[in-house]
């Protein structure tokens, strides 16, 4: 298993507030955007990357981080035979992701994920 890319996320109900100041100002791309999550970033560069979404999609909470990984199976597997609480998933997502939801142990609500499933 290989972590693939990190991006944080900002819960907002003004989504589209942030591009004038990630965008506008900063001169980041709009890389994605679903109505209620948008990520900023330089196309070509994965490692740069910030959301702000007004929920986590399919009615889920923000998560605070969104992880990309190559396996997301073998991951919830392992986190969950470590014993660390699942909130949501593993699910298949309309939008092309396979994801669950897990406590990381401060608390934060964290999304792994893996695109193309």
Known sequence: ????????????????????????????????????????????????????????????????????VDDVDAVFERMKSAGYTIEYGPVDEPWGVRRFYVRDPFGKLINILAHGH
């Open 1 to 68: 298993m290989r972590v693939k890319r990190i991006v944080a996320n900002i819960n907002t109900l003004n989504v589209s507030e942030a591009k004038s100041f990630y965008q506008d100002m900063l001169e980041l791309d709009l890389l994605m955007d679903h109505g209620w999550i948008e990520t900023y970033g330089l196309l070509g560069k994965e490692n740069i990357q910030i959301s702000f979404a007004s929920q986590g999609g399919s009615n889920t909470p923000t998560p605070d981080l969104s992880i990309e």
